[in-house]
C-alpha cells in the first residue's frame, strides 16, 4: 500500500454555481481557501437554469482563470456509446417510468434523488478516478454546506 501526500492527491472542490460556490472560488483565489481545482457536474444545458449556465461562462469561469484556478465542467458521458445525456432527455426518454428529479410524496416522505447520484456525484467521482482518485489514495472534495 502506497502513500500519497496531501500535495500530490486528488483534490477538487464540488462547484454549483451559486452563491456559496462562488464564494468558495474567491476564497481559493485569494488564498484563504487550499483549492486550485472546481468540477461542475452540468446536468446539461437544456436542464441547466440558463442563467447559471450564462453566469459560470461569463464569470465564474474567467475568474477562475485569470486567478490560476482551474474550474471544469462536466457532462454526464455514456460509457458504451461516448453520447452526451443530459437529465432532460432522460426525464423525456421514451418508456422511461421513473421520476428521476428531486419530489416529495404524497406522504411528505423524499422520493428519488437519481439525478443527484447519476448527474452529480457520479459525473464528479468518474472525474475524480480520471485524474488518479483511487481506493488507496481516495480524493478530498470539499462541498458547500447547505443552510437550512
Given at each position: 500500500?502506497?502513500?500519497?501526500?496531501?500535495?500530490?492527491?486528488?483534490?477538487?472542490?464540488?462547484?454549483?454555481?451559486?452563491?456559496?460556490?462562488?464564494?468558495?472560488?474567491?476564497?481559493?483565489?485569494?488564498?484563504?481557501?487550499?483549492?486550485?481545482?472546481?468540477?461542475?457536474?452540468?446536468?446539461?444545458?437544456?436542464?441547466?437554469?440558463?442563467?447559471?449556465?450564462?453566469?459560470?461562462?461569463?464569470?465564474?469561469?474567467?475568474?477562475?482563470?485569470?486567478?490560476?484556478?482551474?474550474?471544469?465542467?462536466?457532462?454526464?458521458?455514456?460509457?458504451?456509446?461516448?453520447?452526451?445525456?443530459?437529465?432532460?432527455?432522460?426525464?423525456?426518454?421514451?418508456?422511461?417510468?421513473?421520476?428521476?428529479?428531486?419530489?416529495?410524496?404524497?406522504?411528505?416522505?423524499?422520493?428519488?434523488?437519481?439525478?443527484?447520484?447519476?448527474?452529480?456525484?457520479?459525473?464528479?467521482?468518474?472525474?475524480?478516478?480520471?485524474?488518479?482518485?483511487?481506493?488507496?489514495?481516495?480524493?478530498?472534495?470539499?462541498?458547500e454546506h447547505q443552510p437550512r
Amino acid at each position: 500500500m502506497s502513500s500519497v501526500s496531501t500535495t500530490d492527491a486528488v483534490k477538487s472542490f464540488s462547484f454549483g454555481g451559486g452563491v456559496q460556490s462562488t464564494a468558495a472560488l474567491v476564497l481559493a483565489a485569494t488564498g484563504e481557501l487550499d483549492y486550485r481545482t472546481f468540477l461542475m457536474a452540468n446536468v446539461g444545458d437544456d436542464s441547466e437554469h440558463p442563467a447559471t449556465l450564462a453566469y459560470l461562462r461569463q464569470y465564474a469561469i474567467p475568474y477562475a482563470q485569470a486567478h490560476g484556478l482551474e474550474l471544469v465542467v462536466l457532462d454526464r458521458v455514456m460509457k458504451r456509446s461516448g453520447e452526451v445525456r443530459t437529465l432532460y432527455q432522460d426525464l423525456t426518454r421514451d418508456g422511461s417510468r421513473s421520476l428521476q428529479i428531486p419530489v416529495r410524496m404524497s406522504n411528505g416522505a423524499p422520493g428519488t434523488r437519481s439525478c443527484t447520484a447519476q448527474f452529480k456525484i457520479k459525473v464528479v467521482g468518474d472525474e475524480l478516478k480520471r485524474r488518479g482518485a483511487t481506493k488507496d489514495a481516495p480524493a478530498t472534495v470539499g462541498i458547500e454546506h447547505q443552510p437550512r
